[in-house]
């Protein structure tokens, strides 16, 4: 089945420093990827579509400046944390459409689980 | 439309015994719906999914039901294991823009 890589699987940082977190198609290509943070016994929230070759599109109250989206091939995506701070502690999951389209599942990575001290 | 992140309400059945979770969609157009399951620590994985001209899909000791007209998802697990404690999520698709709801925990007890 299709597979989606995150890396990775969890990070520690301090305050002010940033942090890159890929995703990749593994046996498959993604012209969109997602992007969703979840906090503790809480849903998925989207917080942007990551398109192959364009800027990403980000939900209303997401800051496009601190979460920074780079699509760049068919099979990878890279979210960066610019100057994280605490309350940017969260998990990062990122998932994936297979190019071919159609009503199919999305493909889900296993998740970065980022704390900033 | 904007996905709000909101507590997860909780559902705990006997090992054995079947399991019933809801969904409550908001789109009358979604035209796919996929069901996902998400273990501690983990990823959504996909579970079973059935599109808008269906209202029954059955798989391994899971059935999904579909009714359009109060726009209600249900996934059903028989026999439910320990190892079908998880988060499971419904989701709805149109024009290809997935939307989550709020989840439901489901414990199984021994």
């Known amino acids: 089945g299709a597979v989606v890589s995150q890396h990775p699987s969890w990070v520690i940082c301090k305050s002010g420093t940033s942090v890159k977190i890929e995703c990749r198609s593994l046996d498959f290509q993604a012209t969109t990827m997602f992007w969703y943070r979840q906090f503790p016994k809480q849903s998925l929230m989207l917080m942007a579509t990551?398109?192959?070759?364009?800027?990403?599109?980000?939900e209303q109250g997401v800051e496009k400046d601190k979460f920074l989206i780079n699509h760049a091939s068919l099979t990878l995506s890279t979210l960066t944390v610019t100057s994280a701070h605490p309350e940017d502690s969260s998990f990062y999951i990122c998932?994936?459409?297979?190019?071919?389209?159609?009503?199919?599942?999305?493909?889900f990575g296993n998740g970065t689980r980022l704390t900033v001290t | 439309g904007e996905n709000v992140g909101l507590h997860l309400p909780t559902l705990s059945v006997q090992e054995g015994d079947n399991s019933i979770i809801n969904c409550a969609y908001s789109?009358?157009?979604?035209?796919?719906f996929i069901w996902y399951k998400q273990e501690s620590g983990k990823g959504p994985q996909f579970i079973i999914d059935?599109?808008?001209?269906?209202d029954k899909r059955q798989g391994q000791r899971v059935t999904v039901l579909l009714n359009k007209t109060v726009k209600h998802l249900s996934l059903q697990i028989a026999a439910t294991q320990p190892g079908d404690s998880a988060v499971y999520f419904c989701?709805?698709?149109?024009?290809?823009?997935?939307?989550f709801g709020a989840g439901t925990r489901l414990t199984v007890k021994p």
């Open positions: 998932s994936a459409r297979d190019r071919r389209g159609g009503l199919t599942p999305l493909h």
């Open positions: 059935i599109r808008s001209n269906m």
């Open positions: 990551s398109n192959e070759g364009s800027k990403a599109t980000y």
């Open positions: 989701a709805e698709t149109v024009w290809s823009d997935m939307r």
């Open positions: 789109n009358s157009a979604s035209d796919y």
